[in-house]
């Protein structure tokens, strides 16, 4: 079957580093998403990889090891607006989204 | 408009009536999507469309039916709501099918009683 792993919640300080991770397993592979959702709010986009390495945006870094069906997002320099939850998405061979639950990322002051 | 929209933004409803859940995007996206949310579970694909005029199941379609009349409406009905049914509700759209990110809509949270 087809399946996305990550952990349920997190805690962090603000202005520390968190790396989020994500194992999957699908039928066929076509890339990573990370998708950021706010309480009460719909998803928005944040990154996507397909070839294996990091991909760098601003404050948020996303890695992926295709060989390992593994992929993580960093967040450096935590904010308190970065409390939400995290989505992992990856695409099957359909090219179909399959979702993990998500990982809430509570930070502390 | 800008992006995705939904309608409505919450429902309640009473089981065995039927409901359209409204989405209309003006970024002439070939591809949308329908999800519901559920707690403690990923997102789960309800029925998606590559392109105007031609719709697909995803992984939960049971209860639900799409027509795609043109490029910008999705909309989702449920033929006779269920409990089982009550969940929050993602329309989410993407320029063509090869996974392009998807942009989501506000959302509609429905509750079936």
């Known amino acids: 079957g087809q399946n996305i792993d990550q952990p349920t919640e997190m805690t962090a300080t603000e202005g520390a580093i968190v790396q989020i991770n994500c194992t999957y397993q699908t039928s066929g592979f076509n890339g990573l998403f990370w998708y950021q959702q706010h309480a009460g709010e719909a998803p928005t986009f944040l990154s996507y990889n397909v070839l294996d390495g990091l991909e760098e945006k601003g404050r948020f870094s996303s890695f992926l090891s295709r060989s390992k069906g593994y992929s993580y997002l960093l967040l450096k320099e935590l904010q308190m607006k970065d409390s939400a939850s995290y989505l992992c998405a990856a695409r099957d061979s359909n090219y179909q989204l399959i979702w993990g639950a998500g990982t809430k990322l509570i930070i502390k002051p | 408009i800008a992006g995705i929209t939904q309608a409505p933004t919450s429902q309640i409803l009473a089981a065995g009536r039927r409901m359209t859940l409204r989405c209309t995007q003006d970024?002439?996206?070939?591809?949308m999507y329908w999800y519901r949310q559920d707690l403690g579970l990923g997102l789960r694909l309800i029925h998606y469309s590559n392109t105007a005029g031609t719709t697909g199941k995803g992984e939960v379609p049971d209860g639900y039916s799409v027509s795609r009349a043109n490029t910008d409406d999705f909309p989702l009905t449920l033929a006779s709501a269920v409990p089982s049914q009550t969940s929050v509700y993602f329309c989410?759209?993407?320029?063509?099918?090869?996974?392009?990110?998807?942009?989501f809509g506000p959302g509609t949270r429905l509750t079936v009683l």
């Open positions: 989410a759209s993407s320029d063509g099918t090869g996974g392009l990110p998807q942009y």
């Open positions: 970024m002439r996206h070939n591809a």
